[in-house]
């Protein structure tokens, strides 16, 4: 009863300490820090376990250590990032005494450079998934300040267009300049498809199964 009555009384007081709103700025970098790593963890562990078990070859032991080094980096990334960045923001806004966008561009930034400037895989990923979103957040942001005109027609066909003529050229002629993932997903679909020997790795399995 006494162990029920503390755990009570503990908990109380660490949500009463939640609810204080001197601290809030502090315990929202906290907070964010803890999302950071759950987002992480759910969006690369499921991405991971399909690529790693498509295209990487090896024993059951190193495929699973591939997903866990790969699901950890990345939720540790973002993890720090989301630290990073929301504790720079509201240390500039504390010496300042008013939010400016400029705020968010520098503590972005800093973040930026200190956890994602290391040139390793899950970096890579994250990175040019981030510069396909701004391209189009910067070109809608055009449209919308007036800095180009709004397009008669819908542009998309056309940027489909350019897009998957590009790849492709890059990816039959110059592959070396693609990214590793892209790389594989590629050759799976557009080299494998070329080579087979019978039913079985024509319809059933890629490649043909190699006794051992």
């Known amino acids: ?23 809030r700025a502090a315990l929202a970098v906290i907070k964010g820090f803890r999302n950071g790593a759950v987002y992480g963890a759910k969006i690369r562990a499921p991405h991971a376990l399909v690529m790693t078990f498509l295209f990487r070859s090896g024993s059951l032991k ?8 790969a699901t950890y980096t990345h939720s540790r990334n973002l993890a720090y990032f989301v630290f990073t960045y929301k504790g720079l923001k509201a240390l500039q806004e504390k010496v300042q005494g008013k ?3 400029s705020h968010v561009f520098l503590a972005a930034c800093v973040g930026g450079w200190l956890v994602f400037g290391d040139n390793n895989n899950i970096n890579s990923q994250i990175n040019m998934y981030l510069l396909s979103r701004i391209l189009f957040a910067l070109s809608r942001l055009a449209v919308e ?7 008669k027609h819908d542009p998309f066909p056309l940027f489909a267009t350019l897009v998957w003529g590009i790849v492709l ?3 039959e002629y110059y592959p070396h300049t693609l990214q590793p993932s892209l790389q594989s997903s590629m050759n799976y679909l557009y080299h494998d498809s070329n ?6 790795d024509f319809l059933v399995f890629n490649k043909p199964r190699t006794s051992s």
């Open 1 to 23: 009863m006494a162990g029920s009555e503390m755990f009570n009384t503990a908990l109380f007081t660490i949500n009463n300490f939640l609810q204080q709103e001197q601290h």
């Open 62 to 69: 190193d495929k699973l250590k591939a997903i866990l080094k």
């Open 99 to 101: 939010t400016r966008q």
């Open 145 to 151: 300040k007036g800095v180009i005109p709004q397009p």
């Open 169 to 171: 050229w890059l990816f």
């Open 195 to 200: 080579t087979w020997h019978d039913i079985s």
